[in-house]
Nanobody, 123 residues
Framework: QVQLVESGGGLVQAGGSLRLSCAFS????????MGWFRQAPGKEREYVAY????????GVVDSVKGRFTISRDNAKNTVTLQMNSLKPEDTAVYYC????????????????WGQGTQVTVSS
């Protein structure tokens, strides 16, 4: 049973940085495409970033380009989202997700989800 556990959220001032981590267990991590999604209060969940199983391919949503970086360590079964130059509009619960079937930015294509970690950016 695949399990995902996020960590690293918190409260930060605008312009600051946070590093989110997601620990993967219960499967072959190097076979899974990993994604980060977020959901702000009153809004739908949105795609933030994804990374291929090998780590060679990545993508981020336009609103975080140049500020957020996704990476993975297949030896440590972890995926990381480095978030710099944070803005109040980045405030949301951030979720890590995994799927081993399709290269996709759609949350409906991801089979496994973490419990989420809160990121709050104050102005």
């Amino acid at each position: 049973q695949v399990q995902l556990v996020e960590s690293g959220g918190g409260l930060v001032q605008a312009g600051g940085s946070l590093r989110l981590s997601c620990a993967f267990s219960g499967g072959t991590f190097s076979s899974y495409i990993m994604g980060w999604f977020r959901q702000a209060p009153g809004k739908e969940r949105e795609y933030v970033a994804y990374i291929s199983a090998s780590g060679r391919a990545t993508g981020v949503v336009d609103s975080v380009k140049g500020r957020f970086t996704i990476s993975r360590d297949n030896a440590k079964n972890t995926v990381t989202l480095q978030m710099n130059s944070l803005k109040p509009e980045d405030t949301a619960v951030y979720y890590c997700a995994a799927n081993n079937r399709i290269w996709s930015r759609s949350g409906s294509d991801y089979d496994h989800w973490g419990q989420g970690t809160q990121v709050t950016v104050s102005s």
